[in-house]
């Protein structure tokens, strides 16, 4: 029998271009104000998951803190799926949409008492192509833009700014796909198409201003057109839901075509590219912590 509770912290030493020394120091303090015994993965690239779900097995973790962005949220989530483990957030990434859909704040000694001392809820999942999704995933230009992101050599948010820029002058054509849901089928021009599990992206805008974690429903928000108009609109926080070029479907099961090869990204993490998406929800799926409030 266990005297005390064993924590594990993974963090992704690159994510958000940021040193995590100072985290790391603040959760072994952490960790001993609450007779934790705190365990440190620091991620690298190669065999994270086997990584993680060898560490949490041998000291019988009861939490796992997360250092790191949506997509290291995600890998962590994905390793230990099977193991039912309790997570939780320390923003530290290039995108923190799904700390910002928790109200997790994005100061460190804040979002780290959480993390040691939030209660824990219970948040749906997506699965996409067998990909799962906690957060934001989507096709065409935002995609296309992690794309960019992820082939640059700068980090950060002038890495995105940057990156912006260039997709934008770069801009391709609309795709045109087809939407089926148990309710409706769709077939429409898109320029993003987003399947939302939230309602925010890292940069904090609203892009599904009625998506909820755990209702047991995904949505996808589908942009037919990106003129500076609407993109001003989303931007100011002022999403055009009843534009005629946007519309968004409520589900908890969808597949999508499109008639062209076109960038996917997951909880931003870009997946190459596809032309068929097959999308349910895991209801009630992850475990994590949020503040008590």
């Known amino acids: ?157 002038l890495g995105y700014l940057l990156q912006t820029i260039k997709t934008l002058s770069d801009n391709e054509d609309a795709f045109n796909c087809r939407i089926e849901t148990a309710d409706e089928v769709l077939e429409t021009d898109a320029r993003v198409i987003i399947i939302a599990n939230s309602q925010k992206y890292g940069t904090g805008i609203v892009i599904n201003p009625d998506g909820k974690i755990d209702d047991g429903k995904f949505e996808i928000v589908i942009f037919k057109n990106l003129d500076l108009m609407t993109v001003g609109k989303v931007l100011s926080g002022n999403m055009p839901v009843e534009d005629s070029d946007v519309q968004i479907l409520s589900t908890n099961k969808a597949s999508i075509h499109s008639e062209t090869p076109v960038n996917f990204q997951v909880d931003g993490e870009y997946c190459g590219t596809v032309t068929d998406l097959e999308i349910t929800i895991l209801p009630r799926h992850l475990k994590i912590a949020v503040p008590l409030q």
């Open 1 to 157: 029998m266990k005297l005390r509770k064993h924590y594990l912290l993974v963090a992704n030493p690159i994510s958000g271009g940021t040193d995590k020394s100072k985290i790391i120091d603040l959760s072994k303090e952490l960790a001993e104000q609450n007779g934790v015994d705190l365990h440190i993965y620091e991620t690298t690239g190669k065999n994270d998951a086997d990584e993680i779900r060898k560490l949490y097995k041998t000291h019988e973790i009861d939490r796992v803190i997360v250092a790191g962005g949506d997509g290291t949220i995600l890998l962590v989530a994905e390793a230990l799926e099977k193991e039912k483990a309790t997570l939780a957030v320390l923003p530290s990434g290039s995108a923190n949409g799904l700390a910002k859909d928790l109200d997790i704040p994005a100061g460190i000694e804040e979002s780290a008492h959480i993390a040691f001392e939030g209660k824990v809820i219970e948040m749906d999942m997506i699965c996409i192509n067998g990909k799962r999704s906690l957060h934001l995933s989507d096709i065409g230009l935002n995609a296309e833009l992690i794309k960019n992101y992820e082939e640059g050599s700068i980090r950060g948010k």
